[in-house]
Nanobody, 120 residues
Framework: QVQLVESGGGLVQPGGSLRLSCAAS????????MGWYRQAPGQQRELVAN???????YYGDSVKGRFTISRDNAKNTVCLQMNSLELEDTAVYYC??????????????WGQGTLVTVSS
């Protein structure tokens, strides 16, 4: 079994900052890409940012220059530092990872989601 556990969501005012964290645990051999998606009410889930095991990053256009993704390969964790938050960033944020398990399975794993609310 492999699972992702997120933390760090909450309520923040426009212009504020939050840091999301996600830790992977279980029978993990290696983790390829790790990333964050978000889903706002009535909207489709969208990719916010991801990062490969080698450190290459991708950001969605709406968060470039405001969000920073990072990971610790030794701890199997990924973080999303969110600055200059806007009302439109309000959503449930999901951690995602492509994981190779000890018994040679390739899995795409999702966290349970953490709510980020940007409101004045």
């Amino acid at each position: 079994q492999v699972q992702l556990v997120e933390s760090g969501g909450g309520l923040v005012q426009p212009g504020g900052s939050l840091r999301l964290s996600c830790a992977a645990s279980g029978s993990i051999f290696s983790i390829k890409a790790m990333g964050w998606y978000r889903q706002a009410p009535g909207q489709q889930r969208e990719l916010v940012a991801n990062i490969t095991s080698g450190g290459s990053t991708y950001y969605g256009d709406s968060v470039k220059g405001r969000f920073t993704i990072s990971r610790d390969n030794a701890k199997n964790t990924v973080c999303l530092q969110m600055n200059s938050l806007e009302l439109e960033d309000t959503a449930v944020y999901y951690c995602n990872a492509a994981i190779a398990t000890m018994n040679f399975q390739s899995l795409e794993v999702w966290g349970q989601g953490t709510l980020v609310t940007v409101s004045s």
